[in-house]
């Protein structure tokens, strides 16, 4: 007859030691035990780190041997139960509380009544604690000679296969990587979602708009990855997919989204986003006041400055003294001036950036070799044409010799007219795309094509919010404001390309007069 029930537990540390050794070892050797001196077993099994508390395994034997169901506990070796200050009192204090069997390997350990068992049991303890360091340590100290070697710790990033720990081109996934990145900064890509569902149908893929944003800002792909471990940061080389240039355009574009959100604020305006506090740095809001007349007015203002309610309510009121705005009346700035000055010199710069004539003069030029290639293609179709109506006219010619029957003429006829009627749709189908010009006004110099086109742009009216939204978020990054006093302002413009002005000795500080009041306008170049 049994003795009673003792619950033999088992420990290994991942799943690959699940089904190994050490596990079957461990269960082999608590089972010979318990049938060698009169008990029946049950076996409890963790796949666990030795330094965690949580044990499944752990805690049904423990409810079992607090409900009596089982009166001991067999394990190969303390150190598969205990590799920790915490796991040593709480496993004292199951002993306690139950009085237990304890037993460790063959031999029966008292933990209760022997002093020399129970400072056994501490030893064991300590030297688990330190077996466990020496791991730690050794395993801390491998990650680190790797990372030096340019090794990438995690899983790699689309677009990459890793073997050993050194990342490879994936061939397919990269060309993939490549025209992910060339199709987000088309102007016909405006939100995250709509991109990643064009993106998945075209690649035949299922990846969220989350990670294609994660993708997006993957600095890898440019070729230098920082992998930072503990207090220690390193940079390591990988191969490159995507060129410093077009990420930081990528980048750009995220960046531009993130500050053009909607929020709470549902109203849509010419500068959402873009405006900053020139003095404590910070983002100016819209804010609107009642006026006598019941009409709103709208106006700009520093998120820092005002009352208490504009201020974060976890911070203390010391801290809120510190980072409120100093600025003068918190540079608050009239809506509608703020937009009326900025388009004023906007195009007043546009005129003088040598960067801007160079894109329009690609541009010129790009028109005339579409139009080129366009006339091309209509000589060309215009040729097949001919060349189909000789071959109608010769099956003709044979019907008329009697070499060709009625039938086969008309089938042949009807074939031929099918052909010639796809080729002038061809025709009329580049008329439509080609790029119009009138001869009598064919610009000579792409500079006066610049000067028409960006006429054409500061005439847009200002009730035609959309197009003159599109001209400011093309050109315009961020504004940072500064009020100096009632009638003057130093607003500081970040623009979206390189708008290098033509006249080096040019004062970056220039006067723009609207409605009778002077405003300075400070030009940095991005």
């Known amino acids: ?61 423990q409810t079992k041997l607090y409900s009596g169901e089982i009166i001991g506990i067999f394990v190969r070796d303390f150190n598969r139960l205990i590799r920790g200050s915490e796991i040593e009192f709480f496993f004292s204090k199951i002993v306690d509380d139950t009085k237990c069997i304890v037993v460790e390997g063959g031999k029966q350990i008292d933990l209760i009544n022997s002093l020399s068992d129970n400072t056994y049991f501490l030893m064991k303890s300590m030297l688990g604690k330190v077996n466990r360091n020496e791991i730690h340590f050794n395993s801390r100290r491998g990650i680190i000679e790797s990372l030096k070697k340019g090794k990438v710790r995690g899983k790699t990033k689309f677009g990459y296969d890793k073997k050993d720990g050194i990342p490879s081109l994936n061939k397919e996934e990269s060309i993939i990587v490549k025209d992910v990145f060339k199709c987000f900064l088309y102007k016909s890509t405006t939100d995250m979602k709509s991109f990643s569902k064009k993106m998945n149908e075209k690649h035949n893929l299922n990846i969220s708009d989350v990670n294609y944003k994660r993708f997006l800002q993957y600095e890898g792909y440019v070729g230098k990855l920082t992998q930072k471990y503990m207090e220690l940061s390193f940079e390591t080389e990988i191969p490159q997919i995507i060129d410093k240039e077009v990420f930081d355009k990528v980048i750009q574009k995220l960046n531009s989204w993130k500050r053009k959100r909607k929020g709470r604020d549902t109203h849509n305006y010419l500068l959402k986003g873009m405006v900053f506090c020139g003095n404590c740095g910070d983002r100016m809001y819209k804010r609107g006041s009642k006026g006598k007349s019941g009409l709103y007015h709208y106006y700009y203002v520093c998120k820092n400055y005002g009352s208490r309610g504009y201020k974060n309510h976890y911070i203390t009121d010391e801290e809120w003294e510190l980072k409120k705005c100093k600025g003068f009346k918190g540079n608050t700035i009239n809506f509608g001036l703020v937009d009326e000055l900025v388009w004023e010199f906007l195009f007043k710069f546009l005129n003088d950036s040598n960067s801007v004539k160079e894109e329009y003069k690609k541009k010129f030029i790009q028109n005339k070799v579409e139009v080129n290639k366009v006339k091309s293609k209509e000589r060309y179709y215009q040729k097949k044409i001919s060349e189909v109506e ?58 006066e094509y610049l000067k028409s086109e960006l006429n054409n742009l500061y005439s847009i009216s200002k009730s035609n919010f959309n197009d003159r939204k599109r001209v400011i ?54």
């Open 390 to 447: 000789k071959k109608k006219f010769t099956t003709y010619n044979q019907h008329l010799d009697g070499k060709l029957s009625l039938e086969n003429f008309n089938q042949f006829d009807r074939m031929f007219n099918e052909e010639i009627n796809q080729i002038k749709d061809r025709i009329h189908s580049l008329k439509e795309t080609e790029i119009e010009f009138d001869d009598s006004e064919m610009l000579s110099d792409f500079l």
């Open 1 to 61: 007859m049994s003795k009673g029930i003792i619950g033999i537990y088992c420990r290994v540390s991942s799943d690959s030691q699940k089904d190994g050794y050490s596990l079957d070892t461990q269960s082999e050797d608590g089972r010979k035990w318990c049938d060698e001196n009169g008990y029946s077993n049950e076996v409890f099994v963790d796949v666990i780190s030795g330094k965690t508390t949580k044990r499944e395994g752990f805690d049904r034997l």
């Open 473 to 526: 978020d093309k050109y315009i990054d961020t504004l940072e404001i500064r009020r100096i006093n009632d009638k003057e302002y130093d607003i500081n413009c970040n623009f979206v390309l390189d708008l290098e002005i033509e006249t080096k000795e040019m004062n970056p500080t220039q006067n723009v007069s609207l409605r009778g009041s002077n405003f300075y306008i400070k030009n940095t170049i991005s």
